[in-house]
């Protein structure tokens, strides 16, 4: 069964840092693109980054450009999502989703498989 699930979010302070994973069990994950999602209450899910297959290629919505880095081991069957800088605007759950193409996209309808997703909350 092809299960995607994310882990590393919680509770930080503003200008603080967490690490999110994506682990996929069930199938080989490159052969998927990968992309991060979040959605916080009230609005509608909204892409946050995205990797290609091989990792060469990255995309990032600008509100997280050179804070987010987005990286994959597909040895690990996993993807990360490093966050620098947070800030209260990311508060959100944080989802991960795999699609056959090639290209990281952004865009929810691009992608066939999704995590549960996992909180983080950015406070003091």
């Known amino acids: 069964q092809l299960q995607l699930v994310e882990s590393g979010g919680g509770l930080v302070q503003p200008g603080g840092s967490l690490r999110l994973s994506c682990a996929a069990s069930?199938?080989?994950?490159?052969?998927?693109?990968i992309g991060w999602f979040r959605q916080a209450p009230g609005k509608e899910r909204e892409g946050v980054s995205g990797?290609?297959?091989?990792?060469?290629?990255?995309n990032y919505a600008d509100s997280v450009k050179d804070r987010f880095t987005i990286s994959r081991d597909n040895a690990k069957n996993t993807v990360y999502l490093q966050m620098n800088s947070l800030k209260p605007d990311d508060t959100a759950i944080y989802f991960c989703?795999?699609?056959?193409?090639?290209?990281?996209?952004?865009?929810?309808?691009?992608?066939?498989?999704w995590g549960q997703g996992t909180q983080v909350t950015v406070s003091s």
């Open positions: 989703a795999a699609r056959r193409g090639f290209i990281g996209s952004m865009r929810t309808y691009d992608y066939d498989y």
């Open positions: 069930g199938f080989t994950l490159r052969d998927y693109a």
């Open positions: 990797i290609s297959r091989s990792g060469g290629g990255t």
